[in-house]
């Protein structure tokens, strides 16, 4: 796992967006896996900054909610139609976003892996972290080989989305994610963390063990998993720990 350090959360958006324009120049067909949330937030301006088009890519969300309206602001795939499908030029039935509305969620959440696995996997997978460590919906306690399925949200989890929402009571319980084994199948792993919130988080995916207590620590044991903070998401880690980007 590599571990870089960049200035800002504006410089880690250029960097990791840098990796992805250069993976849809090699392959304008490549298979990016997309993350919502704040972290990443800079990637996708950074690409939209740098006139990055994916008119050929397909993407496939980590995760969505289950039991939002559909078109739903703050569903996960509305935001990536805002950050992603839009500014990117990303072809709407190429982006891929589990259905948190269908009937039999189990079933969209099986469905949704075999998805993955017919457009021949995902190539670079964009990440970010919890304050708890998780990583798209897997909590703590998820095995680290979880296949996309139907979870529970913890109250920690939902306090920290609320701000997406009226307020706590507004965020969904339930929802669909990705999970750990099918994360773990990406063939890159790109995990952005920018606030000083995600310093404990960080702190233990890079020197505590590889345990379903920290389901970002898949990280740890994946062949081609990179890291990039900014120093308030690295605070307390020492130099030796990381390169400068
Ligand atoms: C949500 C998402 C995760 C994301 C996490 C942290 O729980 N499901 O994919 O990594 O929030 O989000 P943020 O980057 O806004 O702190």
């Given at each position: 796992m590599r571990i870089l350090l960049t200035a800002d959360p504006s410089a880690a958006g250029d960097l990791v967006a840098r990796e992805i324009a250069r993976a849809v120049d090699r392959d304008p067909a490549t298979v990016l896996g997309v993350a919502t949330g704040g972290s990443p937030e800079p990637v996708y301006r950074s690409l939209a900054r740098a006139g990055v088009r994916l008119p050929h890519a397909t993407a496939f969300a980590l995760d969505e909610y289950v039991g939002l309206p559909p078109g739903h602001p703050e569903s996960y795939r509305a935001v990536l139609q805002r950050l992603v499908q839009l500014p990117l030029g990303l072809a709407a039935d190429r982006l891929?976003?589990?259905?948190?509305?269908?009937?039999?969620p189990d079933a969209e959440a099986a469905a949704y892996d075999a998805r993955i696995d017919e457009a021949g996997g995902v190539g670079l997978q964009l990440l970010g972290i919890g304050r708890n460590g998780h990583i798209a919906f897997n909590e703590p306690g998820s095995a680290l080989d979880t296949p996309t399925r139907v979870v529970r949200l913890t109250e920690d989890t939902r306090r920290a989305n609320a701000r997406f929402f009226t307020g706590i009571d507004d965020v969904p319980e339930r929802a669909i994610t990705q999970g750990l084994g099918t994360i773990a199948r990406a063939r890159r792993l790109m995990l952005i963390a920018t606030t000083e919130d995600k310093a404990d988080a960080v702190r233990a995916l890079v020197r505590?063990?590889?345990?379903s207590d920290l389901p970002a620590s898949i990280l740890r044991i994946h062949p081609d998993a990179t890291v990039v903070l900014t120093p308030e998401a690295a605070t307390?880690?020492?130099?030796?720990e990381f390169e400068a980007a």
């Amino acid at each position: 796992m590599r571990i870089l350090l960049t200035a800002d959360p504006s410089a880690a958006g250029d960097l990791v967006a840098r990796e992805i324009a250069r993976a849809v120049d090699r392959d304008p067909a490549t298979v990016l896996g997309v993350a919502t949330g704040g972290s990443p937030e800079p990637v996708y301006r950074s690409l939209a900054r740098a006139g990055v088009r994916l008119p050929h890519a397909t993407a496939f969300a980590l995760d969505e909610y289950v039991g939002l309206p559909p078109g739903h602001p703050e569903s996960y795939r509305a935001v990536l139609q805002r950050l992603v499908q839009l500014p990117l030029g990303l072809a709407a039935d190429r982006l891929h976003v589990p259905d948190g509305a269908a009937a039999d969620p189990d079933a969209e959440a099986a469905a949704y892996d075999a998805r993955i696995d017919e457009a021949g996997g995902v190539g670079l997978q964009l990440l970010g972290i919890g304050r708890n460590g998780h990583i798209a919906f897997n909590e703590p306690g998820s095995a680290l080989d979880t296949p996309t399925r139907v979870v529970r949200l913890t109250e920690d989890t939902r306090r920290a989305n609320a701000r997406f929402f009226t307020g706590i009571d507004d965020v969904p319980e339930r929802a669909i994610t990705q999970g750990l084994g099918t994360i773990a199948r990406a063939r890159r792993l790109m995990l952005i963390a920018t606030t000083e919130d995600k310093a404990d988080a960080v702190r233990a995916l890079v020197r505590g063990p590889v345990t379903s207590d920290l389901p970002a620590s898949i990280l740890r044991i994946h062949p081609d998993a990179t890291v990039v903070l900014t120093p308030e998401a690295a605070t307390g880690l020492s130099e030796e720990e990381f390169e400068a980007a």
